[in-house]
């Protein structure tokens, strides 16, 4: 059981430490509240979040888009800006830095279709929602079968913009609810948690699946967990210690190893 009111950080310290002897040792798994602290707001908060305001399914669903293209891609718009002012938060820089400190410990699994851990220098970050800065076909180009697929930065300005050729819109590079998480980073992401010593769960309510199934993954693995969240989360139940935190203020303290205090 998870201690209720949060844990002392100087009881997961120590697994940290030991997770730094093992290639692989150490997983780390992030959701919106990652970013919150870079001012990206996340999905589910009750004030800020984008889910307080919208209808996932009509903004976050193929179907959504279908029924209204300009509406999402605009709302997808405005989000990239967001993301392209944003900059890495003290969390993000503390995850890169660690992977700097420590080769082929770390392994950093987002749900986030932000750029920031990459930014902060966790190049190899798997990312399972995609990526927002990207642009794809929303059906596969018919040219593909007989030849070279239309390039998306071919596609006439618009909202969406589309193919000249045959009108296929764009659509962002994310993944919406009801599709496939891409194999090759879930796998990834699978195999990591499986080999793991310590999965840190960064920032994310545990609503949904299956990125919310690697806590579940972990802790049947015999890794330890620990979430690291302000607030309770719909998989508190797998951690074995929570720390109540916030992104940018847990990870500096918890994974800089080399200060003084931390020995
Ligand atoms: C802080 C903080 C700070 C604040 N520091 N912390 C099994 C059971 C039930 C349902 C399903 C299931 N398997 C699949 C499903 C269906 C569905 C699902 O999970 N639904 C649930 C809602 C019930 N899953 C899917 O559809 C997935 N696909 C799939 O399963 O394919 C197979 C399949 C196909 C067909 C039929 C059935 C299955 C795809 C999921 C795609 C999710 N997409 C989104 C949008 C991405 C694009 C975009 O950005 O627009 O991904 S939804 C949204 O939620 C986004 C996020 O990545 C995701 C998770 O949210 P996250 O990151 O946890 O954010 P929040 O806001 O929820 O939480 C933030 C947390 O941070 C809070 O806890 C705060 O307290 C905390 N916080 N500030 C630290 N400073």
């Avoid at 040219?143 to 659509?171: H, K, M, Q, T």
Wanted: with cysteine; glycine share 12%.
């Amino acid at each position: 059981m998870p201690t209720p009111e949060g844990a002392p950080l100087e009881l997961v310290r120590p697994l940290v430490q030991q997770a730094c002897g093992s290639a692989g040792g150490l997983c780390v798994l992030t959701g919106a509240g990652m970013s919150a602290e870079s001012g990206i707001p996340t999905f589910r908060d009750a004030l800020t979040g984008h889910w307080a305001r919208f209808d996932p399914m009509q903004l976050a669903s193929e179907e959504g888009f279908r029924a209204d293209p300009a509406r999402v891609w605009n709302w997808y718009a405005e989000r990239r800006n967001g993301v392209r002012r944003a900059e890495p938060n003290a969390g993000h820089r503390a995850l890169g830095d660690f992977a700097a400190r420590h080769p082929g410990v770390l392994t950093v699994i987002t749900q986030n279709v932000d750029d920031l851990h990459q930014r902060a220098g966790n190049l190899d970050t798997l990312r399972l929602h995609g990526d927002i800065l990207q642009d794809r076909w929303l059906e596969p180009c018919p040219r593909g079968a007989r030849g070279p697929a239309c390039e998306p930065g071919w596609a006439l300005e618009g909202e969406p913009p589309r193919c000249g050729e045959c009108g296929n819109p764009l659509r962002p590079g994310v993944v919406w609810f009801g599709e496939s998480l891409p194999l090759a980073a879930m796998n990834a992401a699978e195999r990591a948690v499986d080999g793991c010593r310590l999965l840190l769960v960064v920032g994310t309510s545990g609503a949904v699946w299956p990125a919310a199934g690697l806590a579940h993954r972990a802790r049947r693995h015999g890794a330890q967990v620990v979430i690291i969240n302000p607030e309770a989360s719909e998989i508190d139940d797998q951690a074995q210690y929570l720390l109540r935190g916030t992104a940018a203020q847990v990870l500096p303290a918890l994974l800089d190893t080399t200060s003084p205090e931390n020995g």
